[in-house]
């Protein structure tokens, strides 16, 4: 197994988690009212890792830098599962400490040191979330 597949397994690890840590631990949170609100109309499958983010910024749990963090992670998991890893746009992803450069047309490439400090990066961010939700 790569760092690429290492990388989409602790995404949809963490997506999975995410959802049931809201339902099951949270259910006085504001964050589950979001929740439950959207899977409502939507149903609960559909509740994906992006809506939650959105939610968790909306509710105050993130703040302008984790979302974006927390967004450009997602992005990258969507550019090597849905895209074969190969860029549709020319930009600089920024993870933590950690500028990912897509190329259009080209293939990702990003050194196994800059994807352990992104792993750290994700940990972080899922951890902070889980203590701010804790909190509330």
Known sequence: MGWEQTYISMLSTIEYVIKNIILEKYPRSPLYRKV???????????????????????????????????????EIRHLLVHNNAISDLDEIKTIGSIGVKLEKGKSLSIKITDMLEIITTVIELFHRWNLKLAKR
């Open 36 to 74: 439950v609100e959207y899977s409502k109309n939507k149903g609960f499958e559909r509740l994906s890792l992006t809506k939650i983010v959105q939610f968790s910024t909306d509710v105050g749990l993130f703040d302008r830098v984790m979302k974006r963090d927390f967004e450009n992670i997602i």
